[in-house]
């Protein structure tokens, strides 16, 4: 079964509004990555996130990690109709997985 | 640096033909992963590799599939014979510690 779980599946917003994902996992983590994937495409990594840090930014992506209630999330500010792509949570530990992902539209 | 390089990009073959993906890893990471992707089942682990040695094969769905890495400059997962449920983009990938780098993948389609 999958490691990493995201919601929502999907999400439709208004370009310049905020888009908010989160992703959900269940044994113990190194690092969590978010990842972009437009159609067709391979996945692009964006951010990591160690499991000793609870926030990062770059750009206008801002992550968080709550490990102690093993989530995250990824928050993508003032968004564009470029962002427009499927994200992806993927965990690495003992193990490796990757989350189901959220698929995101921006709306020019 | 070149990234992953995959070959190739889209493969069309017919059921029983046995099929090969190739995969150039990014010179020095040491892990290399193959992922299968499809609209039912999302990304799938079909196993990974560290410094060339297979680690966990747990993912990979029948005996018809294989996968080597004889160098740690290439490795292959083989088909055979190949379903049409095998239909599917498989993903190479490598992880340092910044992350996974994916490749383009191979677009799958066994009629």
């Known amino acids: 079964s999958q490691q990493g779980e995201e919601d929502p599946q999907a999400l439709s917003i208004q370009e310049g509004e905020n888009a908010t994902m989160n992703c959900s996992y269940k044994t113990s983590i190194n690092n969590l990555q978010w990842y972009r994937q437009n159609s067709g495409r391979g996945l692009v990594h964006l951010i990591l996130?160690?499991?000793?840090?609870r926030e990062k930014h770059s750009g206008r992506l801002r992550v968080t990690l709550d490990t102690s209630k093993k989530s995250s999330s990824l928050l993508i500010t003032a968004s564009r109709a470029a962002d427009t792509a499927s994200y992806f949570c993927?965990?690495?530990?003992?193990?490796?997985?990757f989350g189901t992902g959220t698929s995101l539209t921006v709306i020019p | 640096d070149a990234g992953v390089i995959q070959s190739p990009r889209h493969e069309v073959t017919e059921m029983g033909q046995e099929v090969t993906l190739r995969c150039k890893p990014i010179?020095?990471?040491?892990?290399l992963f193959w992922y299968r992707q499809t609209m039912m089942r999302g990304l799938e682990l079909l196993i990974y590799f560290n410094n060339n040695v297979p680690i966990d094969d747990s993912g990979m769905p029948e005996d018809r599939f294989s996968a080597k890495m004889p160098n740690a400059s290439f490795s292959t997962l083989k088909i055979q014979p190949s379903e049409p449920r095998d239909s599917a983009v498989y993903f190479c990938?490598?992880?340092?510690?910044?992350?996974?780098?994916f490749g383009s993948g191979t677009r799958l389609t066994v009629v």
């Open positions: 990938a490598t992880l340092r510690r910044s992350g996974y780098t």
């Open positions: 996130i160690r499991s000793n840090e």
């Open positions: 993927a965990t690495e530990g003992n193990q490796f997985y």
């Open positions: 010179s020095g990471h040491d892990y």
